[in-house]
């Protein structure tokens, strides 16, 4: 799907979709409208939207970390190390 107005026939009507993407805050937007004019003409309508970024760590299975929660394991780390150290004798 490209950036902007998307027209196209679907199945037994039309569809509509508005889709944009915000650079800063790295989401994804999109309108979708479809009007069905078989059987019972019915009209459709749903807005969507989603982090990218977000979106695509999860589908590979990972998890963003604040650099200060990484700095703190780091530290418990270097902690841990020294006290486990033995001194040569």
Not at 43 to 49: G, P
Request: include cysteine; proline fraction near 4%.
């Amino acid at each position: 799907m490209k950036l902007g107005l998307n027209l196209r026939r679907a199945p037994g009507g039309f569809l509509a979709i508005w889709a944009w993407y915000d650079f800063a805050t790295y989401t994804a937007t999109s309108y979708r409208f479809r009007l069905r004019l078989h059987i019972r003409p019915r009209i459709f309508w749903s807005v969507n939207k989603w982090n990218v970024i977000d979106d695509h760590l999860w589908n590979i299975d990972c998890e963003l970390v604040p650099r200060e929660v990484l700095a703190d394991l780091k530290t418990v780390e270097e902690q841990h190390r020294v006290a486990v150290t033995p001194w040569a004798t």
